[in-house]
């Protein structure tokens, strides 16, 4: 950082700058945890019988206790991206408007979910559903070990309810995809040659303000070798929307190579496959009874309304907790 060059690239410079401060602010709390441990010692040492001095002595210690726990949380985020941004994307499965109403549903639970931690959402790419809910939608979402807070969602969520569109009121079953990239650095883009790639450029669809709909804003990127497709629209203009779309294709083509174990990306060419809905990786029951279950981990709650309320930290912790013990 004292570098005289360090902010001549100024958005690299301040995500430097940001992991910085974030580590510096995590290891004054450490210290802090530390000095206070050891001021709740020597005070141990000398307090007597005094029921007085022993209440407020035990009251402290929970406080310090708590501490501890939310720190060592953070632990839990060891992952390589942990501590990175977030590409989120739903896409509506099986299960018609039901489907595509379970979509909207998720991404209501995903955005309140990053309110309450305190994370910036900012949908890049949104496409309605024909009757209700909506087909698919990309969020970029940013602060402190987003990725890590967030790839616990990564997968197939099933939920069974009885259909609000259907006029006999019988059960059904719903599916939804959530994919959870990490947002990698723009030094990153090695990996897509312009010669890999097709750019198609269209009018938005759906809700927008002016310009939006009547100009050629839209952009969808293929990556021709793999066949990955990524449609951008909601931004105005269609120089932010190519860019977001790069930055999303990115990311995926360096999870495709990751979860491969390969070096190159030629070694991946024809190979990759759209995900499959044989496997969900959370089932949301609503009737004949409620529950919430992540079948990766066994955890699960009754309390179906606080997690599509986007309070679902304990499925993180189980889930991080999971990783660390493989």
């Not at 979910?113 to 990309?138: L, M, P, Q, Y």
Request: overall charge negative; charged content about 30%; glycine content about 6%.
């Amino acid at each position: 950082m004292a570098s005289p060059d360090f902010w001549r690239d100024q958005e690299k410079a301040q995500n430097l700058s940001r992991q910085h401060q974030n580590l510096k602010s995590k290891l004054g709390h450490w210290q802090d945890i530390k000095q206070e441990a050891e001021e709740l010692e020597q005070l141990a040492e000398m307090i007597g019988d005094d029921e007085k001095e022993q209440t407020e002595l035990m009251i402290r210690l929970a406080e310090v206790e708590k501490k501890f726990a939310a720190l060592n949380f953070d632990l839990l985020f060891s992952g390589a991206h942990d501590g990175d941004n977030a590409i989120v994307s739903i896409h509506s499965g099986t299960g018609g408007v039901d489907a595509q109403d379970w979509a909207e549903i998720l991404l209501r639970m995903i955005l309140r979910f990053a309110e309450r931690h305190d994370f910036s959402a900012k949908i890049i790419d949104k496409n309605e559903g024909s009757e209700a809910g909506i087909k698919s939608v990309t969020l970029s979402i940013e602060g402190d070990h987003v990725y890590g807070w967030l790839r616990s969602e990564n997968g197939v969520h099933r939920l069974v309810r009885i259909s609000p569109f259907d006029a006999e009121k019988m059960r059904h079953t719903s599916f939804a995809l959530i994919e959870v990239l990490p947002e990698l650095a723009d030094d990153n883009n090695s990996l897509i040659k312009e010669s890999d790639l097709k750019i198609e450029v269209m009018h938005a669809s759906g809700h927008g303000g002016q310009s939006v709909n009547t100009t050629n804003s839209a952009v969808r990127i293929t990556h021709i070798p793999t066949g990955l497709t990524v449609k951008c629209q909601n931004e105005r203009s269609q120089v932010q929307n190519k860019a977001n779309a790069l930055k999303i294709l990115q990311s995926k083509l360096a999870q495709i190579m990751e979860e491969r174990g390969v070096d190159k990306l030629k070694e991946i060419r024809g190979e990759y496959q759209q995900a499959q809905w044989s496997n969900q990786s959370r089932s949301y029951v609503m009737q004949p009874y409620k529950l919430v279950k992540d079948h990766r981990t066994d955890h699960e709650t009754p309390d179906i309304d606080r997690v599509l309320n986007g309070d679902f930290d304990d499925f993180v912790a189980s889930f991080l907790e999971s990783k660390l013990k493989k």
